[in-house]
C-alpha cells in the first residue's frame, strides 16, 4: 500500500473509532491572531491553542512568551494562571522575563566568561558581574518564526547567529507547543550548531494557580522530587557543591507550602531572598519524569511539571515588587508568582562536575518539558 493510501485508511479508521471510546480526534485548534509590531515594524502574532476542555493556552512570536493560560479549578471555572503584560508594548518596555523562551544559556553564567576548547568566550555582565538568560538581547527578545504545526501546536524557529551574545556558533533553535486534550502544555525544544557552543534553554513563565494578580503564593503546595539542590554564593552562582535537602527549608520532597520556611534565618533564603535555587532532581535528566507538583488549595488547581532536564529553578517572584501593572490591571507585588525553570544546573560551562552544556556540531540537543493541569 503507498504511504497516501496507508495514511487514508488510518485516518478513516480514527474517524470510524470516534465515539466508541477507543480513540477520539484531537479537539485542540489553534488560531492565529495579530497581537502588534516591534519598534522596527515586525509584526508579531499571538497563536491561541485551545483544547477540548476549554482550556487556552496563548503563545506569541516575540521571545515565544506564553502571554495566557486559562485552565480550569475544581469547578471548572477558567482562570488565567500566568503573569505578563497587557499587550506587547508592554513587553516590549521590558519585564521580568514573563512567560519567555530563556536562551541561549538559561540562568546564569559567572563572570559572564567560559572557556572551551581552550578559547575564552566573553558574554554580556547583564547581572552585576555575572551574566543572565542569554545576555542584554536574549531569546527572549528575538522575533521567531512561527508556524502551525498538525499536532494542535505552533513551532517557533530562531537562528542565533555566530557571536551573538558573545556566544560561538550559529544556533538553529525550534521550540514547539503543544496542548493536549489531557490539559497538557507541552513544550519540546530542539537545536544543532556549526561549532561547538553551550546551550540551556528554558521557559520562564510565572504561575499563580489562584489567578493572576490574585495574591501571593505563599499557600500553594509544592513537591519537587530532589533530594539534593545547588547552593549559591551571594552572586547567586552556584558553589559547585549539591547538598543534601535533608533538615532545610529547601526540602520539598513531601507537598509543603511555598510560605512555611520563606522567612527562615536560613544562609540560603537569605542569599536569594527567598527561593531562587536549582534543584537537583532525582531522576538524573535525560528522560521525562515527574519534576514538581503545585496545588493551591482555593481553587484546587494542581500543576506537575515534568521534564527531561537534571534540575529545576525554584523561582518565588522574590524581585517582583510591586511596581509593574500587568493583565487586566493588576499590581505584581513581591512572591505574587513563581517559576520552575526546566534546565541544566547554572554556571555549568564553569563547572566540570556538573552535567555538561556544550553543544557540538552533528550532535542535537533536545529537551522536554510538560506543564499538566488538573483540580482537586
Ligand atoms: C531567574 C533568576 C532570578 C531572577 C529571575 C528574573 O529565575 O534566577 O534571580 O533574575 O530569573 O527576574
Redesign the pocket.
Known sequence: MSFIRQAAALTLWAAGCAGTGIMTEAKTIVKKQTFGQTADGTSVDLYVLSNKNAMEAAIMNYGGIVVRLKTPDRNGKLEDIVLGMENLDGYLKGH??FGCIVGRYG?RIAKGRFVLNGVEYKLAKNNGENH??GGIRGFDKAVWTARETGAAGVEMSYLSKDGEEGYPGNLAVKVTYTLTDDNELRIDYSATTDKDTVVNLTN?SYFNLAGQGEGDILAHELMLNADRFTPVDSG?IPTGELRSVKGTPLDFTKPTAIGARIGQDDEQLKLGGGY?HNFVLNSGGGRLALAARVHEPRTGRVMEVWTTEPGV?L?TGN?LDGTIRGKGGKVYQRRYGF?L?TQHFPDSPNQPEFPTTVLKPGGRYESTTIFKFAAK
Open positions: 521580568p522575563y540562568n543572565l538568560h520562564h547567586l531562587d529553578q523561582y524581585f517559576c525553570e
